[in-house]
């Protein structure tokens, strides 16, 4: 609400009657309103003239298009393969053409495309890039391929560091639909920024493919994640959403392909109760809240502002961050740095970072529980991380410190044996929800609370 101002009464001019001063305004108040309607309404579905001004006060300018960030995917530096797919960061591209295909959570008439070069090596040269209507694996609806640009330009360089924005086009988009993105590369990238872990499939292939719309035209090479690609962002009036994590906020555990991750689900039945949002998913596979890894990214408290000021129209971001704070160190592993345990005081107040940034920034902050550990597969936890798991978890569920909580622990364990996942919601890991826990999970969201 805008702060009130006392109010102010000019003193009254001498000789003049009040009754005779009030009348004059109200009659140009009046006038004024019919003018301003009659223009509103005659510009209700015509495009806008240009006028003439000969004198006063500049034309306003012209209102920005409102954006919403329907698909969003965190980026990382290059490293190794995830769950056994492969991955082309390392080695980046050369004389050869990236299709990517992503599924919107909210359509709209306008389209915009975000890219990233942040954590490359040299400046990123992209010759030519597309989108399209998918049609499959992939393919895509023919007649529907439409080229891309930045700044009027068919190619643009992104240098180290620094991301890039398409120009909008004019493409309806529907609610949930899928599109392809290509890519095209005429020199060599170097190590790529990317996304790693994804049940999303992306294809390469020789040469320049922009307008292919046949399967066949990629040579079956294929990887499970996402490179370069950021952000898909729609005209309309729709807010966003994002969670923001690690591999639970990831989908890691749920079938490939399905989009069935908790953010995928969430979508869907807001879509269904008539509420659609935009959604971005900012979970990366192995992410910490407190640490740094050259496998698994930025720490959670280091990327959050960054996150929070590139989704365009956010109104509120769900938080999962925590478990592998407290995951047990493997001797040699290349993945995690040395350092010393964490406390649950210090998970709590790294937290507490994590609301105080999304306040800042006028965004509403819901706070996720952290699921069973205990019933991991492999030696995920000690006793003593399982014990600060609780203590973080009795303190996001009673310190009202978070605007409103999902108690994810309580969704998705036994109630028999509250150290472990409920059978039927946990992957074969024994550490990430199934598709049905993520599904259950989606469905605990009170909606009045976004």
């Given at each position: 609400?805008?702060?009130?101002?006392?109010?102010?009464?000019?003193?009254?001019?001498?000789?003049?009657?009040?009754?005779?001063?009030?009348?004059?305004?109200?009659?140009?108040a009046?006038?004024?309103?019919?003018?301003?309607?009659?223009?509103a309404?005659?510009?209700?579905?015509?495009?806008?003239?240009?006028s003439?001004?000969?004198?006063?006060?500049?034309?306003?300018?012209?209102?920005?298009?409102?954006?919403?960030?329907?698909?969003?995917?965190?980026?990382?530096?290059?490293?190794?393969?995830a769950?056994?797919?492969?991955?082309?960061?390392?080695?980046?591209?050369?004389?050869?053409?990236?299709?990517?295909?992503?599924?919107?959570?909210?359509?709209?008439?306008?389209?915009?495309?975000r890219?990233?070069?942040?954590?490359?090596s040299?400046?990123?040269?992209v010759?030519?890039?597309?989108?399209?209507?998918?049609?499959?694996?992939?393919?895509?609806?023919?007649?529907?391929?439409?080229s891309?640009?930045?700044?009027?330009?068919?190619s643009?360089?992104?240098?180290?560091?620094?991301?890039?924005?398409?120009?909008?086009?004019?493409?309806?988009?529907?609610?949930l639909?899928?599109?392809t993105?290509?890519?095209?590369?005429?020199?060599?990238?170097?190590?790529?920024?990317?996304?790693?872990?994804?049940?999303?499939?992306?294809?390469?292939?020789?040469?320049?493919?922009?307008?292919?719309?046949?399967?066949?035209?990629?040579?079956?090479?294929?990887s499970?994640?996402?490179?370069?690609?950021?952000?898909?962002?729609?005209?309309?009036?729709?807010?966003?959403?994002?969670?923001?994590?690690?591999?639970?906020?990831?989908?890691?555990?749920?079938?490939?392909?399905?989009?069935?991750?908790?953010?995928?689900?969430?979508?869907?039945?807001l879509?269904?109760?008539?509420?659609?949002?935009?959604?971005?998913?900012?979970?990366?596979?192995?992410?910490?809240?407190?640490?740094?890894?050259?496998?698994?990214?930025?720490?959670?408290?280091?990327?959050?502002?960054?996150e929070?000021?590139?989704?365009?129209?956010?109104?509120?971001?769900?938080?999962?961050?925590?478990?592998?704070?407290?995951?047990?160190?493997?001797?040699?592993?290349?993945?995690?740095?040395?350092?010393?345990?964490?406390?649950?005081?210090?998970?709590?107040?790294?937290?507490?970072?994590?609301?105080?940034?999304?306040?800042?920034?006028?965004?509403?902050?819901i706070?996720?529980?952290?699921?069973?550990?205990?019933?991991?597969?492999?030696?995920?936890?000690?006793?003593?991380?399982?014990?600060?798991?609780?203590?973080?978890?009795?303190?996001?569920?009673?310190?009202?410190?978070?605007?409103?909580?999902?108690?994810?622990?309580?969704?998705?364990?036994?109630?028999?044996?509250?150290?472990?996942?409920?059978?039927?919601?946990?992957?074969?890991?024994?550490?990430?929800?199934?598709?049905?826990?993520?599904?259950?999970?989606?469905?605990?969201?009170?909606?009045?609370?976004?």
């Amino acid at each position: 609400m805008p702060p009130r101002h006392p109010r102010t009464t000019a003193p009254r001019e001498p000789g003049r009657h009040p009754h005779r001063t009030a009348r004059p305004a109200r009659v140009a108040a009046v006038m004024m309103l019919a003018t301003t309607l009659a223009v509103a309404l005659s510009g209700v579905g015509t495009p806008a003239r240009p006028s003439m001004h000969t004198g006063g006060a500049a034309p306003a300018a012209a209102r920005a298009p409102q954006w919403t960030a329907t698909w969003g995917a965190a980026v990382q530096q290059a490293t190794g393969d995830a769950q056994d797919s492969p991955n082309w960061s390392r080695q980046g591209f050369h004389h050869e053409t990236l299709r990517q295909v992503i599924r919107l959570s909210v359509g709209g008439p306008t389209l915009r495309l975000r890219f990233s070069n942040a954590y490359g090596s040299r400046p990123l040269h992209v010759a030519g890039a597309t989108v399209a209507r998918s049609d499959g694996d992939a393919k895509v609806r023919p007649g529907t391929v439409r080229s891309l640009t930045f700044d009027g330009g068919r190619s643009v360089t992104v240098p180290t560091g620094r991301a890039t924005v398409t120009d909008a086009i004019d493409l309806p988009t529907s609610n949930l639909e899928k599109l392809t993105v290509s890519l095209h590369f005429t020199t060599p990238t170097g190590p790529a920024t990317l996304h790693r872990f994804t049940t999303a499939t992306s294809y390469r292939a020789p040469g320049d493919r922009l307008s292919s719309s046949a399967a066949t035209a990629f040579d079956r090479r294929t990887s499970h994640a996402w490179y370069y690609l950021t952000a898909a962002e729609v005209t309309g009036s729709a807010p966003s959403l994002m969670v923001f994590g690690d591999s639970l906020m990831d989908g890691v555990g749920t079938s490939p392909g399905t989009d069935n991750r908790f953010s995928d689900k969430l979508v869907e039945r807001l879509i269904t109760a008539g509420r659609p949002h935009g959604m971005t998913n900012a979970g990366l596979a192995g992410d910490q809240l407190l640490h740094d890894s050259p496998c698994y990214g930025e720490k959670g408290v280091a990327r959050f502002a960054r996150e929070l000021r590139e989704r365009a129209g956010l109104r509120a971001v769900f938080i999962h961050l925590g478990a592998n704070d407290l995951a047990r160190p493997q001797d040699g592993d290349p993945c995690v740095k040395a350092h010393p345990p964490v406390t649950a005081r210090q998970l709590i107040d790294g937290h507490r970072a994590l609301i105080r940034e999304a306040h800042a920034n006028g965004v509403k902050v819901i706070g996720m529980t952290i699921p069973p550990l205990a019933s991991a597969v492999f030696p995920f936890t000690t006793p003593g991380g399982d014990k600060f798991r609780r203590k973080l978890n009795h303190w996001i569920r009673t310190s009202h410190a978070y605007d409103s909580v999902l108690d994810a622990d309580r969704v998705l364990s036994d109630p028999r044996h509250p150290s472990r996942y409920r059978p039927g919601y946990v992957s074969q890991d024994g550490l990430h929800p199934s598709d049905a826990g993520y599904l259950v999970l989606a469905s605990a969201v009170r909606l009045n609370a976004l």
